[in-house]
């Protein structure tokens, strides 16, 4: 059952379809316990009714910064909420939001909020998977704010595929675990190594896979927000952790992220390694730049350290170690094993089978392989879904002392 006992929410609703189903929205938020402000842009405002919305809401709805008799203070707003929540979010206040326009109520007040954000955007098929919604989809994400993951199904055009703006039952849902799970993780020490290794041949090549660090940094900011400590060794990565109370550790070298993870390993109470840690790397480092003689060039290679396995042998009691699998066949046999042979308590195993799933993606599709052989399958989310996910099981394992 949702609690959301006194928290101050901001509604925003902007010009969707979906828009019909923020009156349940604020039904279910009032339900909950919360109290419920509603802003609306003009076009919310002809899908439904401000007077249903502030019927529902007990509060005058503002559909404008000024109105003839008043002005709406937005920064009071902004600074009044325990979160704002943007559902649904039409691509054009999307795109307003993502580049600071305050041309609307929503988007003037949005700037000011210092609260979480949450936004649970709708819209067509297409519109979703333009390049510029993506982009602006990562952007707000960039600036800290939560999106809650689009459904997929039937849309309002007649076309069958994601954009569907989320149920108001889990925007509930996502709203109450969000401060559920605040300070779960309060006091802990979480160590995330994530990203991939460069291994140099010379001073301008390396060895390196195809990771972008995403699922890592996700779980460290996830973890951060249940109040932990965090430490996060990152091998290069475009991307970087939002959250304060992640310490970012850079490295680039699987030695380097080796000799980094012994260290912080030392007072972890969890340690995640979800780095895609290259098995082998040159034995020597060209120190010019390899000139382009042969038809062929050979080049001896020689194993890096297993991180996993050192961590597994080292472990000590009350120490929780999570690793990844990412297979390509085998899957579950593999994973098994590996959770045995590196002393992992749980591994979390993605498929490059799996549409969606695994390097560069947004999402992730995985399957939790537990030492009792339990397995979990889970459902293509976002990778800040997955993260949740994977804390989840963590915390649960820990809490029945199974470490
Ligand atoms: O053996 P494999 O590389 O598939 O194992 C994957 C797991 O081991 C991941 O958790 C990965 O981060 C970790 N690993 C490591 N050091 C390595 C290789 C893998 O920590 N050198």
């Known amino acids: 059952m949702a609690n959301l006992t006194g928290k101050k929410i901001l509604l925003g609703v902007t010009g969707s379809i979906a828009a019909y ?35 529902l809401s007990k509060r005058p709805v503002h559909t404008d910064i000024s109105s003839e008799e008043s002005w709406n203070n937005h920064v009071e707003m902004g600074l009044w909420a325990d979160a704002m929540v943007i559902a649904p979010l039409t691509a054009s206040s999307l795109a307003k939001m993502a580049c600071g326009i305050s041309d609307n109520v929503i988007a003037a007040t949005y700037l000011s909020a210092r609260c979480p954000v949450f936004f649970a955007p709708a819209m ?6 333009h390049p510029a919604t993506q982009e602006n989809v990562r952007r707000l994400q960039s600036y800290g704010n939560h999106l809650i993951p689009v459904g997929h199904g039937e849309l309002a055009s007649g076309l069958v595929g994601e954009g569907r703006m989320a149920e108001p039952e889990e925007i509930v849902a996502m709203l109450s675990r969000f401060w559920e799970k605040e300070q779960s993780l309060a006091g802990k020490k979480v160590m995330i190594t994530a990203g991939p290794t460069y291994e140099p041949i010379d001073p301008v090549r390396f060895i390196g896979n195809r990771s972008s660090g995403k699922m890592g940094i996700a779980l460290a900011d996830a973890a951060a927000r249940r ?89 000590r009691t009350g120490q929780l ?77 820990r809490g029945g002392g199974d470490s």
């Open 227 to 315: 109040g932990a400590e965090v430490s996060l060794i990152l091998g290069p990565s475009r991307l970087s952790p939002q959250e304060k109370r992640v310490q970012s550790i850079p490295v680039q070298t699987a030695d380097e992220m080796y000799q980094a993870a012994r260290k912080a390993f030392q007072d972890a109470d969890i340690v995640i390694l979800s780095a895609a840690v290259a098995d082998y790397r040159p034995r020597e480092t060209a120190t010019q730049k390899i000139k382009k003689t042969g038809d062929t060039l050979q080049m001896e290679l020689v194993k890096t350290p297993d991180i996993a396995a050192a961590l597994g042998r080292e472990k």
């Open 124 to 129: 067509d098929l297409d519109m979703w998977q």
């Open 321 to 397: 170690l999570v690793g990844f699998a990412l297979e390509t066949e085998n899957e579950l046999a593999n994973a098994q094993s590996k959770l045995e042979k590196k002393n992992f308590d749980l591994i979390v195993l993605n498929s490059l089978q799996d549409a969606g799933a695994g390097f560069n993606y947004d999402t992730n599709k995985i399957t939790i392989l537990g030492k009792d052989n339990k397995i979990r399958k889970f459902e293509l989310k976002s990778k800040q879904a997955v993260a949740e996910d994977i804390l989840d099981e963590v915390e649960a394992l």
């Open 21 to 55: 189903k923020a009156a349940f929205l604020v039904r279910l938020l009032i339900k909950a316990g919360a109290e419920v402000q509603v802003l609306m842009t003009k076009a919310g405002g002809s899908f439904i009714s401000p007077l249903t919305l502030s019927t």
